[in-house]
DNA sequence: CTGAAAGCGCTTACAG
DNA sequence: CTGAAAGCGCTTACAG
């Protein structure tokens, strides 16, 4: 027992095979060069021994971690969670765990302070569903780090991305909400200066605009930014009768809210969301929704980030993978 | 640019104040012993140079990598993505970082390959949403790594665990089922051999005991282990009008098969879930189901594994720490 | 209060 | 094909 607890090292092994430490490293590590015989006494050693390599050790000397570190806001939204749970399981298929690193709701930005936890871990790519603060762009270049924006564009830092085309998924739901009779439009974004809330704000605008309309800015909100009642208090009182929200959870939130003050989605006004979370859950479908087909999506990000890390070094610096979206109907618009 | 490429050592640091490295690791480890001149010195070349220290070499040669590891099935399930959100910024607030580890579906335990993996990484601590399997429990203890269960019932094993009144759960779910005028009643749990499912199963069967009736093995059912459609057959064939299952996501997939053979929960069945995941995603209240308050749960996981990590070595090797239940009433029951 | 040395457990050149 | 040495970047005793 106390025995069991001393931990075993590649010296261990070493004495125990009367081979050096180097050859054992060789023969776990499936280099080149050595016999039959060699493996076989390696092998058996440590299984006996209960030998289990330290990655910290192997990682400082090697430079690789075998580690990703993964950015993102919260794991309460069942987009980042149930992507993530797909992105890590691939990664761990291919020999690397996950670290994860969130925000704390500081920003919606990878600032300075996130990066240095990050690379204090010293990973062997990053996979963040935060877009960079303007000024750290140059700084996570300069790391050498493979960093990878899933859900995100971008390309306007020059950074390899693996997105939705946000514009489309915005104007396809505002087209719907126009199609079914609602008039009086209104988005309910999180901050303005993202790119993806932008750009779903932008694709119902076209949508508006196409039928010679427009979003008033006085109907154009940001939860992150403005007290939730205040909101909801503009919709009741301008008569508000179709809403795009830029998530599923906002679009419930305001559905409650509204529930309260007499209005029920789908009869007194139209909402439609963004990633179709309930299916994620397998609930019946409540809302109409934007769904990028997250399964793919993440495949997608997983697959974008082991091509880096195999390092294929062809460097393309500004990579971009773009899906396209499709719209999911509940009984949240008429 | 090139410049910014090559890593800051402590070295560097040194070289540049004309200090030792051992005296700039010293003042950035705030250990007692240095004047204010010195600090400034250091600290200043530390922000010129852009120092981030090496965790990785730090942990190898000071036994504590700062790393907690999260063991679970999958993220998909929002009882366990919410609450780890919750537990991993509360580590994060510490100084610890989660590294993910998932079973990847292999079993509902902790094995060998999986504890091989996870202690190549060093953590820390083990944070684990699955049950240890039962020839792996010696060999987590004796790996001296603190290994707190959460979620599920650790005194079986002599393991600290921070885990809900199962039992109780289960009966609250079942005697609210029989007073809402239901009789024959069903439980769909996940695996047969998993004490939490067991735990809420036996719930159900103190309810049914207490009228005088008992729980059918035939309407006891596993959906990791037997067909699907087999269950929703013999439930349809048998009459059933009240079923409790595991989890939420159990219960929602049950729903959406008996509509589809015409029948709709809260009229001619009811049906209660576990975890009230509705509610994190602030949706509407679609299920009965039994919630455990998880805000307050995480929270207390992380604030048990983290006065584990402080050391307070006072070797608590069987502390446990239950929660209460309690019943949300939604639209699934009449 | 500060420094020189040793060493955590590996892998990487380099010899043989 | 195998081994002895060096070193990854830190922190820990130990001297002074």
């Given amino acids: 027992m106390s025995e069991n607890k001393k931990k075993v090292t590649l010296r261990d092994i070493a004495e125990k095979t009367g081979l050096s430490v180097n050859t054992v490293s060789r023969v776990l590590n499936k280099k080149p060069y050595y016999t039959k015989e060699v493996e076989e006494k390696v092998n058996a050693a440590c299984k006996e021994l209960g030998y289990i390599v330290d990655m910290n050790a192997s ?3 090697s430079g690789s971690t075998r580690t990703v ?13 149930y992507t993530t749970d797909i992105i890590s399981k691939r990664f761990e298929e291919h020999g690397y765990n ?39 762009v140059d700084f996570i270049k300069n790391s050498g780090i493979p960093f990878v ?18 514009v489309y998924g915005g104007r396809i739901a505002g087209e719907y909400l126009l199609s079914r009779g609602y008039r009086k439009l209104a988005y309910i974004g999180s901050w303005h200066d993202v790119k993806v809330c932008l750009d779903r ?3 119902l605008e076209q949508a508006l605009a196409e039928e010679g309309m427009s979003l008033s800015p006085e109907h154009t909100f940001y939860v992150r ?4 009642s205040e909101i909801i208090d503009k919709i009741v009182q301008d008569g508000i009768d179709g809403i795009l929200c830029f998530n599923d959870i906002i679009a419930f939130i305001v559905i409650e809210a ?36 997250s399964r793919d999506f993440a495949e997608a990000g997983a697959e974008v980030m082991l091509s880096l890390l195999s390092g294929s070094e062809e460097e393309r610096p500004s990579f971009r993978d ?4 499709f719209l999911v109907k509940g009984k949240s618009t008429r």
């Fill in 59 to 61: 990682g400082l000397r």
């Fill in 69 to 81: 570190a993964i950015l993102y806001d919260d794991l309460i939204n069942p987009f980042y969670s």
């Fill in 98 to 136: 996950c670290i994860m690193f969130s925000n704390n709701d500081r920003s919606p930005y990878v600032d300075y302070d996130l990066m240095r936890s990050v690379m204090a871990r010293k990973p062997d790519g990053i996979l963040s569903f935060l877009e960079p603060a303007a000024d750290m």
């Fill in 149 to 166: 924006i899933f859900g995100r564009d971008g390309s306007p830092y020059g950074m390899v991305g693996v997105d939705a085309d946000e």
């Fill in 201 to 203: 704000q932008k694709g």
């Fill in 225 to 228: 930014e403005q007290a939730f």
């Fill in 258 to 293: 509204l529930e309260e003050r007499g209005m029920t989605d789908g009869l007194d006004y139209g909402i439609v969301g963004f990633d179709n979370i309930q299916q994620m859950m397998r609930m019946p479908r409540l809302i109409t929704t934007v769904d990028v087909g």
């Fill in 322 to 325: 773009t899906h396209k979206s």
